[in-house]
């Protein structure tokens, strides 16, 4: 039996560490997260109610994207 808290305890910690990989957003340039990070700026938001975040880099300006 204590193998199986033992493996429960590790897949829960690993599935913490580890979100897996996260919804897309703008074009596939932006990532769906509850906080973006640092280096990233709010753009728009998600079909789910999370934050589009997109590096500045990736951010385009209202004319160049097609629709």
Known sequence: M????VTLAVMLLLSQAMPGDTEKCWHSRGSCRERCFRNERVYIFCMNGKLCCLKPKNQESHDEVKQ
């Open 2 to 5: 204590k193998p199986f808290w």
